[in-house]
């Protein structure tokens, strides 16, 4: 086997593990929060807040 091969098959690796770790991130977070709270509008409005300016 060649370094190219070898480097290959790490990639594949890793890219195998890097699924894993969103699977497992998405079912910790899926069952942490509640669907209406990831869906809603909050952060937004915290960044509208943020922007305003008062003197």
């Known amino acids: 086997m060649d370094t190219w091969n070898i480097l290959e098959y790490a990639a594949w690796a890793l890219s195998a593990l890097f699924a894993i770790l969103?699977?497992?991130?998405?079912?910790?977070?899926?069952?942490?929060?509640?669907?209406?709270?990831?869906?809603s509008s909050r952060e937004g409005e915290i960044e509208a807040e943020a922007e305003r300016h008062v003197i």
């Open 22 to 39: 969103m699977l497992t991130d998405m079912a910790r977070i899926d069952t942490t929060y509640d669907n209406d709270l990831l869906t």
